[in-house]
């Protein structure tokens, strides 16, 4: 039963803002969505599965956040259509959700809270059915916060959309949307968010198969914030490694540097800095996984 745990990873990975596209980009390691969006690193993290007996899982994760160091354990299990997950954090606070696949043609289902307090039960839906995958989480409070996306695939274009609900459904907090063109050797894309006070054009070419590269630009519609863009470069070493960068408009930068270093262990190395203020501290990533 063992299986790839990746924690920690970060630098530049994909932020999207509805569900991923129904059909799977050629290359992730190399997919423009993986190369130009981002988040920042996390602290150092470290996980491990000592084992996986009789489908149940049990993994204990260390964190180093600044001067402090954190500990959870997360125990899994599942059976058929239905699994049960729990993770118990250093200060007591559980965290639980249940599923059950297959509750109709295409549709699962999720329970997750925080224990014990009841405010944060979430019941979440997902569905896929051939060209369409929707998600949607529900809050259990009297006043529910709605989110909602959907995405489907019409040939080569990918369509999508979402939107949050708040104080039930008498209350439009966010919406975006938008449209995907992916071929072999390019992918475009644009997407409006914000309330549609925003849009975002992006585009990536594969130079050749181990190399990409890509721009995107954010333009406010209202007249608002000024026009930002951001460059994007990734490469496949001649050692396997995965290597990217990232340069923003504000002088943003993120590295990234990703080995297998054997083949049950995979280390990611990431960073991230400030290019207009060099004496500001930069943002640093450590991730180990190993498969039992």
């Known amino acids: 039963m063992g299986g790839w745990v990746r924690v920690g990873v970060a630098g530049l990975h994909a932020r999207r803002c509805f569900c991923p596209p129904v059909r799977p980009i050629r290359s992730r390691a190399l997919s423009p969505a993986s190369l130009l969006l981002t988040h920042p690193p996390t602290p150092l993290h470290l996980s491990l599965v000592p084992c996986s007996l009789f489908l149940q899982t049990f993994t204990a994760v260390t964190t180093k956040k600044e001067d402090r160091v954190e500990n959870a354990l997360k125990v899994g299990w599942k059976a058929k259509k239905y699994g049960l997950a729990a993770a118990i954090a250093s200060g007591g606070k559980v965290t639980a959700t249940g599923t059950v696949a297959d509750v109709a043609p295409g549709l699962s289902m999720s329970l997750s809270g925080t224990l014990p307090d009841v405010a944060t039960a979430r019941l979440g839906l997902d569905y896929a059915h051939r060209a369409l995958n929707a998600k949607a989480t529900i809050g ?96 496949v070493l001649d050692n396997g490694a995965l290597a990217k960068v990232r340069l923003e408009s504000s002088g943003l930068t993120s590295l990234l540097y990703e080995q297998d270093l054997t083949p049950l262990s995979k280390l990611a190395l990431s960073s991230q800095f400030d290019a207009t203020n060099l004496d500001a501290p930069p943002k640093v990533g450590v991730a180990l996984a190993l498969k039992n």
Do not use: C
């Open 140 to 235: 259990l409070t009297s006043s529910p916060k709605v989110e909602a996306s959907a995405t489907t695939a019409v040939g080569d274009v990918t369509l999508g959309g979402g939107l949050t609900m708040e104080k039930g459904l008498s209350s439009l907090a966010a919406w975006s949307a938008g449209a995907a063109l992916t071929r072999p050797d390019y992918q475009a894309s644009a997407l409006l968010t914000d309330l549609g006070r925003a849009l975002k054009l992006g585009y990536a070419h594969n130079i050749d198969a181990r190399t990409v590269a890509g721009a995107e630009v954010t333009k406010a519609l209202d007249g608002g914030a000024e026009t930002g863009f951001a460059l994007g470069y990734g490469k």
